[in-house]
């Protein structure tokens, strides 16, 4: 979007106020108002639009600026829309349950924290939320960790690094989706990627929780029996279960298009769905556009269950479309351009454009506490001076998730903070110490970016 034609050229002071502004806006009403960040988007672009009014900047101008952006979006929003369909049709297939209940059979009571990590990053991966793990899985692990007389603090460290691991690394997810999707990076190549710092971050965090895990011997592990029992009970895990995921594998490994992988792999998932299920074709196309709904009886298992269908993406699409529209708009405006000409003698090798893009990831995350314009913001303002560098701009989504999308759950007053700290009964600042892969993502991106190890050069 740099590209953009701007309509007019505001002093850096001038632009940082704004910015400031935009900050405060939604940052106060998502952390006081506890509010959805789309309403304070749009009263950034009512701000925004102001402000280009009164520098006699016309409003059709603003508005090919807010549709140029938009427009943006286009790529990932069909994304979007697949990624709902395959979570539906793995779930009627059994392919998600059957997921998690080989993950649950790995939990060990002589290394709690190392196979909590574990187990809920597989799961994070099978259904692409972290948030999701985190409130019903990871409320299970913590009160078993408080069976066990473990930590909470490292208990939770241990639900939160795995789950953010598993949304990170899923093709379900939709940051991982956005990441990609930004910078125009094909989705299972931008994945691919991301194993030169998220392995080693795997590793070592695992290595970590290995070490701090107690020695208990034996407990009691009915609350986790519950869980598998609960998914045996659903009649959904068979063995053709896992022909979709071992699909998806295949696929990916023959580097088709991710909207053509995850088609199959849903097309297939539906089949297979017919085997088991009496329902007719009119269910599962309602399933596939509504999401699956459980009805077990047991709220564990069905809030694990009821998910997916394109219409569980309406609320990330409709907060990329605005999200791109503001950012449309503050380029239109020549607001990006500004504050980024006063940094941009500094943008002139691959390790600074590196430490530049994690910093303002963290950054944004830290002020407003939202993923998703961490990831948006940064790739908008950050992409043609990769580019201009002469790298790929698999580093730059890479960058985005590994200082944006696991940064959030260790701010206090950010989106995610807010909502683990009440899932979980436990402060964000008592756990960060204990979110080993959370911390060490950033610092592995910068030290790789620093050191020119793993970085792509552009074709």
Request: aromatic share 10%; glycine share 10%.
């Amino acid at each position: 979007m740099l590209e953009m034609e701007r309509a007019y050229e505001p002093k850096p002071w001038e632009a940082a106020l704004l910015v400031i502004g935009i900050i405060l806006t939604i940052g106060l009403s998502i952390y006081f108002l506890n509010v959805a960040p789309h309403i304070p988007i749009i009263l950034a672009i009512v701000l925004l639009i102001a402000y280009g009014a009164v520098r006699g900047v016309s409003y059709k101008e603003m508005e090919r600026g807010m549709t140029t952006g938009a427009g943006t979006s286009l790529s990932a929003i069909y994304l979007f829309f697949f990624i709902g369909i395959l979570v539906s049709s793995w779930l009627l297939s059994g392919t998600i349950p059957a997921l998690m209940h080989a993950s649950f059979t790995l939990v060990s009571p002589t290394f709690f924290l190392m196979t909590v990590f574990i187990v809920t990053g597989i799961v994070g991966i099978s259904i692409g939320s972290s948030l999701t793990t985190v409130a019903t899985l990871g409320v299970a692990f913590f009160g078993m960790g408080g069976a066990l007389d473990i930590s909470p603090a490292m208990t939770a460290g241990a639900i939160v690094s795995g789950a953010f691991f598993g949304d990170k690394m899923s093709p379900l997810s939709d940051t991982t989706t956005l990441a990609s999707q930004t910078v125009g990076v094909d989705l299972f190549e931008h994945i691919r990627n991301m194993g030169w710092t998220t392995i080693p971050a795997f590793l070592i965090s695992a290595t970590l929780f290995a070490f701090l895990s107690p020695n208990v011997g034996d407990v009691n592990m009915d609350q986790l029996n519950a869980f598998i029992v609960g998914l045996e009970e659903t009649g959904l895990i068979h063995w053709y279960s896992w022909i979709p995921l071992v699909l998806l594998f295949a696929l990916t490994i023959f580097r088709l298009p991710a909207v053509v992988t995850l088609a199959l792999s849903s097309f297939v998932a539906i089949g297979l769905s017919f085997l088991h299920t009496n329902e007719g074709l009119g269910y599962v196309m309602n399933t596939l556009f509504g999401g699956y709904v459980a009805s077990t009886g047991n709220e564990a298992i069905d809030a694990l269950l009821s998910k997916g269908g394109l219409m569980s993406m309406m609320f990330t699409i409709a907060l990329v479309v605005l999200a791109l529209s503001m950012g449309g708009l503050l380029f239109k405006l020549g607001i990006i351009q500004s504050l980024l000409s006063t940094v941009a003698h500094k943008l002139k090798s691959a390790s600074s454009v590196i430490v530049g893009a994690a910093l303002t990831a963290i950054g944004i995350n830290l002020t407003i506490g939202e993923q998703y314009l961490s990831i948006l913001l940064t790739g908008q303002s950050f992409a043609p001076h990769f580019e201009q560098n002469g790298l790929a701009a698999k580093n730059l989504s890479r960058v985005m998730e590994d200082a944006g999308t696991v940064i959030n759950p260790l701010v206090p007053w950010s989106v995610c903070g807010i909502f683990i700290a009440d899932a979980l009964g436990i402060s964000v600042m008592s756990y960060v110490p204990f979110a080993f892969f959370c911390l060490l993502s950033p610092v592995l991106t910068i030290a790789f970016g620093l050191t020119g190890k793993t970085l792509t050069a552009a074709k």
